[in-house]
């Protein structure tokens, strides 16, 4: 997916003035907070678990490549295979090359970040193969020809008519003419039946993965329609894509981690489908003393993609790699509420994504993203692996403005600003007298289009005209005047 992160501004504008996406936020993101709010409410040891699960990716990231590497030999005593991919380009190159030498024609693919990073879809259909999306969401906005908005909720942007007249429009080939309703019963009834014929003619199924377990060498995915279970087993082969920070030590582990997630990310209990997969399907002993499995790929790849992981891992950001995709964040922030998540220009929206995705794709590409951020905390708040999610934007902000990779418009004032603040005798009289030309200039009307530095501010709103008085006169006033009374107290005691 190639990034326009560098349009965040142009982008978040047409976000705001798009009314349908805006009814289609407003209608998703008050389901999301008292779901869960709800669940985490019910659940009375839900911030030990939260303790639990951030000490738990803590020690496995601190240990990452004993725990890959453990992986690794459990899959292939399974008898199952691992490619190690270390950017997009060669992750593209392994999976292309699976799917030729199973002489695949339709590959059908679950829902995964990852694969959306890599661009895996758009790599697979340029040689030939027939991709197609199984999440119900993903399906949507493949139709759409359109990326994600929510790491969980890839179609929250569209409004029921948007999938209706989407369905009419591509579904009259596989035999639905007419108008398609816009029930959501009719339409999921709908898609049920286009994708069923791709689950049974599926040569390569290829999935994402919410957990790795290091002690079995299974996948772990979660999914609530089932799509996952189906991408899995039906097909010849089952291709995983994982990047490296999804393993975990024990499948213990994973269980403190699945109490979490569901509850973060949709208010559930557990999702609906919680799907273990270890190895591709096992063939009885010949003597007939023990059964075979009796559905499962002929072929099991899980394909480990760093992608820049391990330069996160040894700076001062590796908390983000604690991340486990639940859109709890985004779910939460303001930010990420009124613009939705293509504003963003990349695979990653709202906090997460405004931290990952400066450093995967280089902070000179995505500069503006940590800046969209009012820093009130809730994304901290409602992380389940207690990610300091504001803590890191503002380093992002401090890293940015030292190396000089934030526009000069920008620098410029913030310098100015630093330099005074370290002068209190030039900083209190400069202030007075800028308030006061402000009040001059503001007069009755307020302070409209001040050019250059606060016109990002003055060029949407009115800046109020300051008070005739500083803090700094007052604090110093009241500190005159309680000099004063201890004076006056201390006469009358004598």
């Known amino acids: 997916m190639k990034p326009s992160a560098r349009a965040f501004k142009t982008q978040a504008a047409a976000a705001l003035e798009d009314a349908n996406l805006q009814r289609a936020l407003a209608r998703a993101h008050g389901g999301f907070v008292r779901k869960r709010k709800a669940a985490v409410d019910a659940l009375p040891e839900f911030e ?43 992750a593209r190159e392994i999976i292309t090359e699976i799917c ?19 661009g895996i879809d758009a790599a ?58 816009s029930a959501v019963s009719d339409l999921v009834d709908e898609a049920r039946k286009v994708l069923r014929e791709a689950f049974l003619t599926a040569d390569v199924g290829i999935t994402g993965a919410n957990f790795l377990i290091a002690e079995t060498g299974s996948s772990v995915l979660v999914t609530n329609e089932g799509n996952g279970d189906l991408t899995c087993t039906l097909p010849r082969v089952h291709i995983v894509l994982a990047s490296i920070e999804k393993v975990l030590p024990t499948l213990e582990d994973a269980t403190v981690l699945l109490r979490l997630l569901g509850r973060s990310a949709t208010g559930q209990v557990m999702s609906s489908y919680t799907t273990f997969s270890t190895g591709p399907r096992q063939k009885g002993a010949q003597d007939g003393r023990a059964a075979g499995d009796l559905d499962g790929p002929e ?19 590796r908390e983000i790699l604690h991340c486990i995709r639940c859109g709890a964040c985004l779910n939460h922030c303001p930010v990420y509420g009124a613009i939705g998540g293509h504003a963003y220009g990349w695979v990653y929206p709202g906090p997460m994504g405004a931290v990952l995705t400066p450093l995967l794709i280089g902070r000179a590409e995505a500069w503006d993203l940590p800046n969209a951020c009012t820093l009130n905390g809730r994304c901290e708040e409602v992380c389940p692996v207690k990610i300091p999610l504001p803590t890191l934007l503002r380093q992002l902000r401090i890293d940015a403005y030292s190396q000089k990779e934030t526009p000069r418009n920008a620098r410029v004032p913030l310098g100015i600003g630093g330099f ?38 003055t060029g949407s ?24 009374r201890e004076e006056i107290d201390a006469s009358r005691q004598d």
């Not at 072929?299 to 950001?317: C, D, F, M, P, T």
């Not at 005798?425 to 308030?435: D, K, Q, R, V």
């Open 100 to 118: 030729s030498r199973a002489h695949a024609r339709r590959v059908i693919k679950g829902k995964s970040m990852i694969g959306e990073e890599i």
């Open 420 to 457: 005074l603040a370290e002068y209190p005798w030039l900083y209190g009289p400069l202030m007075a007298f800028g308030m006061r030309m402000l009040r001059a200039i503001g007069r009755r009307r307020g302070i409209r289009n001040l050019s250059p530095f606060p016109q990002a501010w």
């Open 299 to 317: 072929e099991y790849h899980v394909v480990l993609i760093n992608n820049g992981r391990s330069k996160i891992l040894g700076s001062a950001y």
């Open 48 to 90: 030990a678990l939260r303790e639990a699960a951030r000490a738990i990716k803590e020690h496995t990231l601190s240990h990452l490549d004993f725990y890959l590497e453990r992986f690794e030999s459990k899959v292939i005593e399974t008898g199952g295979k691992v490619h190690w991919a270390r950017a997009d380009q060669e």
């Open 461 to 484: 709103r009115d800046l109020p005209i300051p008070p005739k008085e500083t803090f700094q006169g007052k604090r110093r006033q009241r500190g005159d005047d309680d000099a004063r």
């Open 124 to 181: 697979l259909i340029d040689v030939g193969f027939e991709v197609m999306e199984t999440d119900l969401g993903e399906y949507i906005i493949q139709l759409a020809d359109e990326t994600p908005s929510h790491i969980i909720a890839p179609a929250v942007h569209k409004t029921r008519d948007d999938v209706s007249r989407l369905f009419r429009e591509h579904h009259a080939k596989h035999g639905f003419g007419g108008q398609s309703s």
